[in-house]
Nanobody, 122 residues
């Protein structure tokens, strides 16, 4: 089992920045790929970014160039730096862990955090 806890969400104006953190406990964090997904009201949970166990990264087109995913295996933590935020980035952001880095499907992730709200005002 892996327990994931997100933090760092909040309210920010368009053009601003936030940094989300995901702290893992339980089984060895380094054995899992990590991803960030988001879900807006009435919509499906969408892929945002992923980072593999070896550090490879993947981004949704909508966030490429604005968001940066990273991980610190020594701290069993992952991060999502979000810059130049837009109102359409408003959603609950979820941290997830799994073993299928190349998949962008939420159903392929094994463990989930509880989510953190990000609200971007125009």
């Amino acid at each position: 089992q892996v327990q994931l806890v997100e933090s760092g969400g909040g309210l920010v104006q368009a053009g601003g920045s936030l940094r989300l953190s995901c702290t893992a406990s339980g089984r060895t964090f380094t054995t899992y790929d990590m991803g960030w997904f988001r879900q807006a009201p009435g919509k499906e949970r969408d892929f945002v970014a992923a980072i593999s166990r070896s550090g490879g990264t993947d981004y949704a087109d909508s966030v490429k160039g604005r968001f940066t995913i990273s991980r610190d295996n020594a701290k069993s933590a992952g991060y999502l730096q979000m810059n130049n935020l837009k109102p359409e980035d408003t959603a609950v952001y979820y941290c997830a862990a799994g073993v299928n880095y190349s998949s962008r499907y939420a159903s392929d992730m094994t463990y989930w955090g509880q989510g953190t709200q990000v609200t971007v005002s125009s």
